[in-house]
């Protein structure tokens, strides 16, 4: 095709069009980068346990995807594994192709065993680092890689040039299969297993019953590397420190954010951060840790998972540097980071906050039980978001509303809870829940601000919060119930984070605002694992614009079905 036009093109053309290829590197085409993931089971012995995983192409953590923004990127995952899969490729806004946005039965039917589906998307406006999972019941534990998302050719980074980039993926890990632990909670009505270890690039922490060999991560002294950072734990918020030194936060789900300089890294399952790390320190070796974050009376997998800062030059033997760790329930250090996000907001990057609202939602948080007589107390632990409990349907949302099937989904998701109470303070003696799959529906480019509310119902917990298909300004946040009159004077409408997941504060809210410029149906949900599997889950079905450029594409014809 395009050798075709150039053909056709004036000689004097061509020549102007290389000279300025020259001179401005950005203007070669974008790529389009081919990948194949094959899904596949992987014995071990080595992670703590004997035990057969699901993984892409045998890795743990599965292979990394680079591009750049502007490229397209195409994965042909083919499921080798007796269990159904779809992957999330988690952050990518996906502008009219939500098709390949991946959470099974919300935008697709699961790729089924022995079957194959092509994933087609384009990354539009956004560079930083994200990731990939599985997005069907909890496989995501060990079926999840990075993406790393480069600027367009040519467009330095806001910051300075870093020396190297480094991988580090943090992760939950079971000692039994993650299948089994989901499904047992879910016959028993409770709480499932709490995990076995932490790791860090696939290596648990010194855990009894782990060989534990560690992540080392080499550097040379005098040099600055680019840390992307991602927690891919299923139910863990995680502090990530490193003895001795300080990082630089520099970015945020892939937007850039002001620079700032911290010792602790706060990052809720779902969000992934840069920094940059400069090797500063005396050459020797320094530990870096990973704890979980905890503040509420809840059973949590609370053990360390450490690896080695090792500079070039240390002599063997060498004593680790070790380091202070947060405790498990630091809230103030997890406010010092969160506090510290501002989008960058200049004129390459502007942060476009949604100044008036069409749709002002608020959403309560509620973890309750409703009766259950196949459960082992009779009760069946449910979540809800205004007393909603989501119940998935047996086909896609996304084709429904495509085909206009009826039956599958109900419009009258509540804007606001059906019962007003004091969320963090005094609870209501019914912990029942209603249940649908219930949607909220809104018109092609509405602007949204969305109020979400966590209660004190069973116990007070932090609720990563995470929207598909849209990046959301985090306006504000605060502890304990929200005031409609008072809070939004404080809100900040001109450098919010600009994220994609969102920690709601235990026994507190958190505001944002989205423009919702990309039609389909996107997922909103809680990404703590277990609390989807409560319920904590909610569709927006967002109506196509006007002509091709505001509307879904048609569904590919490879798409899975039910
Ligand atoms: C993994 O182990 C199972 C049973 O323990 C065996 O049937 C299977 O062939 C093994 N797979 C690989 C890839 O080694
Ligand atoms: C990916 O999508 C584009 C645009 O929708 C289409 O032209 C292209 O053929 C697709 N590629 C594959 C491999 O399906
Ligand atoms: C969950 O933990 C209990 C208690 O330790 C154990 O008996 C059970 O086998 C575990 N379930 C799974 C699926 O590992
Ligand atoms: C970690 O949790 C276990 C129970 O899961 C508990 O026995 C232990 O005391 C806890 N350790 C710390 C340091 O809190
Ligand atoms: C954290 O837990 C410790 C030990 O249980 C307790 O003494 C302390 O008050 C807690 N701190 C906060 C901020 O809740
Ligand atoms: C939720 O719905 C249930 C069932 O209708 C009801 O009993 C309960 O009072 C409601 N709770 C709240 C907090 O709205
Ligand atoms: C939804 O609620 C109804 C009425 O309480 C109940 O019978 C049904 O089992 C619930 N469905 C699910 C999937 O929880
Ligand atoms: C969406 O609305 C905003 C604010 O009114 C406007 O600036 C923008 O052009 C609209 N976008 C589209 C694609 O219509
Ligand atoms: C759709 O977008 C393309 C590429 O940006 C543009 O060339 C075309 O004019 C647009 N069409 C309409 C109807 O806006
Ligand atoms: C896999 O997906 C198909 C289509 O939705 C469904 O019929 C089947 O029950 C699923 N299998 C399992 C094991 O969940
Ligand atoms: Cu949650």
Known sequence: MVVMMMKKMEPRLLAIMFMASLFFPSFVHSLVRHYKFSVVLKNTTKLCSTKSFVTVNGQFPGPTIHAREDDTVIVRVTNHVPYN????????????????????????????????????????????????????????????????????????????KPDDEKIIVLGEWWKSDVEAVVDEATKSGGPPNISDAHTINGHPGPVAGCIFQGYTLHVESGKTYLLRIVNAALNDELFFKIAGHKLTVVEADASYVKPFEIDTIFLSPGQTTNVLLTANQPVGKYLIAITPFMDAPIGFDNLTATATLRYKGTPPYSKTMLSTIPAVNATEVTFRFIDSLRSINTNIYPARVPLTIEHDLFFAITVGVNPCDTCLQGIRIASAINNITFVMPTTSLLEANYYNI????????????????????????????????????????????????????????????????????????????????????????VDPVERNTIGVPNAGWAAIRFRADNPGVWFLHCHLEVHTTWGLKMAFVVDNGEGPNESLLPPPPDLPKC
């Not at 994933?119 to 930083?128: L, P, V």
């Not at 994200?130 to 467009?155: E, F, M, N, Q, S």
């Not at 990046?471 to 605060?478: A, I, M, S, T």
Request: proline share 10%; charged share 10%.
């Open 85 to 160: 899969v779809t992957l999330h490729w988690h952050g990518i806004k996906q502008f009219r192709s939500g098709w390949y946005d991946g959470p099974a039965y919300v935008t697709q039917c699961p790729i089924q065993p022995g079957q194959s589906y092509i994933y087609n998307f384009t990354i539009t406006d956004q560079r930083g680092t994200l990731w990939w999972h599985a997005h069907i019941t909890w496989l995501r534990a060990t079926v999840h890689g990075a993406i790393v998302i480069l600027p367009k050719r040519g467009i330095p980074y806001p910051f300075p």
């Open 406 to 493: 009826p039956g599958v989904f109900t419009e009258d998701f509540p804007p606001r809870p059906p019962m007003v109470f004091d969320y963090t303070g005094v609870q209501p003696t019914n912990l029942q829940s209603n249940n649908g799959t219930k949607l909220y529906r809104v018109k092609f480019n509405s602007s949204i601000q969305l109020v979400l509310q966590g209660t004190a119902m069973i116990a007070p917990e932090n609720h990563p919060f995470h929207l598909h298909g849209y990046n959301f300004f985090v306006v504000g946040q605060g502890l304990g119930n929200f005031d409609p009159e008072k809070d939004p004077l404080t809100f900040n409408l």
